[in-house]
């Protein structure tokens, strides 16, 4: 499953655990992504899209429809 958002283009994060010691180790904090099929009325058709958490709250407040359209302006392939 790939790690990024489609949606809000979210990518996993880089950082250091650091120890009680104050040692730093590099680490990798990965996002929440969820494979999920929208129903978009306008085509008649199902859409798979790979979605954060956030990205699901974020199409449930502004539409699916509206946020097709703006990731199709930005030349994403939906």
């Known amino acids: 499953m790939p ?3 489609d949606v809000l283009d ?3 994060g880089r950082g250091h655990s650091v120890s009680h010691s104050n040692i730093k180790s590099k680490r990798s ?3 929440n992504t969820h ?3 929208f129903w ?3 085509e008649k058709r199902w859409v798979t899209m790979f979605v ?3 990205g699901i709250r974020t199409i449930d ?3 699916i429809e509206s946020v097709v359209a703006e990731m199709r302006r930005d030349g994403k392939k939906v």
């Open 35 to 37: 494979k999920r099929r």
């Open 3 to 5: 790690n990024r958002c």
């Open 52 to 54: 954060s958490a956030k």
């Open 29 to 31: 904090w990965r996002v």
């Open 10 to 12: 979210k990518k996993p």
């Open 40 to 42: 978009l009325p306008s």
């Open 61 to 63: 407040k502004r539409g």
